[in-house]
């Protein structure tokens, strides 16, 4: 049986590339360790192609993070909760993480149990497309996230100005006793990931075929000019 890949949180952000695609699938059965660190499954979006799932993911070169989103926070095909429990239950046994919103906690319980055991990481997450919430809400997440036993927190916000830019940079600032990953979405998206993995940030998400949400860089691209800024 192939080892199990595990994530590295050493040295500069860690470029993820995101699948959410067949194509993107495809593509990432070929993904080498240096153009990204690790690969973001999209159950969610990859629902009705799980044959294409199941041959490639215990192929992978790279550590594979395991997304079956909620439907509210950019999930595809209003899966129900159990639809999705269900998804990353399957897959589990070759992921190197899961990523699960802190509003799903509770009916993910089970799942994250079960990921701790295996030793996988549990990255706790929180995406707003419309705004940046304020400081003190983000921090009311984060506490939340780390209460519940995350090994990473991600906050992924639209970005509507500098201000907002500055809201993630002070987020990450305050709570970096514990592994973050924040993002921006939006016209300053792709400054956002740059400033933000300078600053700290665990995980930095690019795309391989196309890109999911505006402001998001081709994940080589994006590996390539975050080990720049890290030389």
Not at 31 to 48: S, Y
């Amino acid at each position: 049986m192939k080892m199990k890949q595990k994530l590295s949180l050493r040295g500069p952000s860690l470029t993820v590339a995101t699948a959410h695609t067949a194509r993107g699938i495809t593509e990432a059965a070929n993904l080498q360790p240096d153009v990204a660190g690790a690969v973001e499954i999209r159950l969610d979006c990859l629902a009705r192609r799980l044959d294409l799932v199941r041959g490639i993911l215990p192929q992978l070169r790279t550590p594979a993070i395991l997304t079956a989103r909620h439907p509210a926070e950019g999930g595809a095909g209003a899966l129900s909760i159990s639809a999705r429990r269900a998804l990353l239950e399957e897959f589990l046994p070759h992921a190197a993480a899961i990523d699960t919103e802190v509003r799903s906690v509770h009916a993910m319980h089970r799942v994250l149990e079960e990921a701790a055991r295996q030793g996988v990481v549990r990255i706790l997450s929180f995406h707003d497309f419309r705004r940046t919430p304020p400081l003190a809400s983000l921090r009311r997440i984060a506490a939340a996230a780390r209460l519940a036993g995350a090994g990473i927190v991600k906050i992924a916000t639209h970005l509507r100005g500098p201000r907002d830019l500055a809201v993630l940079l002070q987020l990450q600032a305050l709570e970096g006793h514990l592994p973050m990953a924040a993002m921006g979405m939006g016209p300053l998206g792709r400054v956002s990931r740059l400033v933000l993995a300078a600053a700290g940030s665990r995980l930095s998400y690019g795309y391989l075929d196309r890109p999911q949400v505006h402001g998001q860089w081709p994940a080589a691209r994006l590996r390539e000019l975050i080990d720049e800024i890290a030389a």
